[in-house]
Nanobody
Framework: QLQLVESGGGLVQAGGSLRFSCAAS????????MGWFRQAPGKEREFVGG????????YYAESVKGRFTISRDNAKNTVYLQMNSLKPEDTDVYYC????????????????WGQGTQVTVSS
């Protein structure tokens, strides 16, 4: 079983930056593709981006492409989400998630989830 613990998030002004970490325990991140999702109250969980098992492949939603960067350090069993040029519409609860082998874009395809962390971007 893969256990994911998120850290980071918080409150920033528009144009600022935040960095999330998602630390894995139980198994190494090298065996899993990882995704990042966000969810606002009353809305479905939205795909933000993902990274393949080896870190060679990354995928991003159009709304964040060019601003967010996903990376992973398998030696540390940690995945990162760097968020730059934040906008008020980025305000959401953010989740990291894991699944075997390859990235998927729907939340239902992921088996392991972090606890969720609030990001608030003020205008």
């Amino acid at each position: 079983q893969l256990q994911l613990v998120e850290s980071g998030g918080g409150l920033v002004q528009a144009g600022g930056s935040l960095r999330f970490s998602c630390a894995a325990s139980g198994r190494t991140c090298s065996s899993y593709a990882m995704g990042w999702f966000r969810q606002a109250p009353g809305k479905e969980r939205e795909f933000v981006g993902g990274i393949g098992c080896s870190g060679d492949y990354t995928y991003y939603a159009e709304s964040v492409k060019g601003r967010f960067t996903i990376s992973r350090d398998n030696a540390k069993n940690t995945v990162y989400l760097q968020m730059n040029s934040l906008k008020p519409e980025d305000t959401d609860v953010y989740y990291c998630a894991g699944r075997r082998i390859r990235v998927a874009m729907t939340a239902n395809d992921y088996d392991y989830w972090g606890q969720g962390t609030q990001v608030t971007v003020s205008s």
